[in-house]
């Protein structure tokens, strides 16, 4: 069975795939390395990378060609198996490679809907839903890998730190400062009793 499969994908019309699919494989080693980016063929297919719905055009195109080398195996497979000869050989590859083609367009079009679906309902889920956490102290939410006093919220954060506030500092819900404002604030009321 091995060496069936083997003698399919380089016959033809699985070679045009499993050419496809070295190439495609060679790329995704170079970005692997560090040598290419995944979207760098985006640029190449305007047209291709606004319909494809933020998927990357490599990503689509090693898809299609991942689909039509399956495809085109295990028509190669069968159609050995037939044992046809001359013409009605010819016409029957001719016609596994175009198959092949149209399938796997279709079921990658397919995947990629489907998947910017579900990406477009998760995202409209955690914008309805909001963030998962809170801040304990005064319920406003915060990100729990984030540092204190590292990226842009970094001179405000500092600056509640000590203890001052502008109105930009304050809560806009509530009216009022940070939780930690208040508390520095009564610290220094208490020592100054």
């Given at each position: 069975?091995?060496?069936?499969v ?18 495609a ?12 980016g ?33 495809l ?36 990658t079009?397919?995947c ?28 406003t ?11 842009p ?15 930009r ?25």
């Amino acid at each position: 069975m091995r060496q069936a499969v083997i003698d399919a994908a380089v016959r033809f019309p699985d070679v045009i795939w499993t050419s496809a699919l070295v190439v495609a494989l060679g790329f995704w080693l170079l970005v692997l390395l560090g040598l290419a980016g995944a979207r760098d063929f985006d640029a190449d297919a305007p047209g291709l990378a606004r319909s494809s719905r933020g998927v990357p055009v490599a990503v689509l195109a090693s898809a299609v060609i991942a689909h039509a080398w399956l495809l085109g195996l295990a028509g190669s497979v069968l159609l050995d198996r037939l044992r046809l000869t001359g013409p009605a050989e010819a016409a029957a590859r001719v016609t596994l490679l175009a198959l092949s083609a149209l399938l796997a367009l279709t079921t990658t079009r397919w995947c990629v809907v489907t998947l910017a679906r579900l990406r477009s309902a998760r995202s409209a889920r955690s914008v309805r839903t909001g963030p998962r956490r809170r801040d304990p102290a005064d319920g406003t939410p915060y990100d729990p890998g984030s540092r204190p006093g590292h990226g842009p919220t970094a001179a405000r954060d500092l600056t509640t730190a000590r203890g001052r506030t502008t109105s930009r500092d304050r809560n806009p819900a509530r009216g009022q400062a940070p939780a930690c404002d208040r508390t520095a604030a009564r610290r220094r009321s208490d020592r100054a009793a």
